[in-house]
């Protein structure tokens, strides 16, 4: 799955356990401008440096998985919960100020 929108929020990375790491990250999302969508991904183990290559504002692209879960408490009762998993990360509309290397070159292609 996938989704676009702007980075909102970078959180640290956070040691769960001794061989599990996480990352979060929030993006501002939303179809109509009024109603706001703040929805938060999770980067895990390599894939939490991910995040060092960009900077709340950015306009991103996010690819995930979506993972949910039982968990039973001591006493019973029966949760579930859902995780949003980011797997890989692009920036969209970078290069869009900038202009081309060949913008005030003459196009030397043969086609």
């Known amino acids: 799955m996938q989704i676009a929108g702007k980075i909102y929020k970078i959180f640290d990375e956070q040691q769960v356990s001794?061989?599990?790491k996480k990352r979060q990250f929030v993006i501002d999302y939303s179809e109509n401008q009024m109603y706001r969508e703040y929805i938060i991904?999770?980067?895990v183990q390599d894939k939490c440096d991910i995040l060092d290559a960009f900077k709340v504002g950015d306009d991103v692209e996010v690819f995930f998985n979506i993972r949910g879960r039982e968990w039973q408490s001591s006493?019973?009762?029966i949760k579930y919960f859902n995780t949003l998993q980011a797997w890989r990360m692009t920036k969209i509309n970078a290069d869009i100020d900038s202009p081309s290397k060949n913008s005030t070159e003459e196009d030397d292609l043969p086609f």
């Open 18 to 20: 001794d061989t599990f």
């Open 75 to 77: 006493d019973g009762n």
């Open 41 to 43: 991904f999770d980067f």
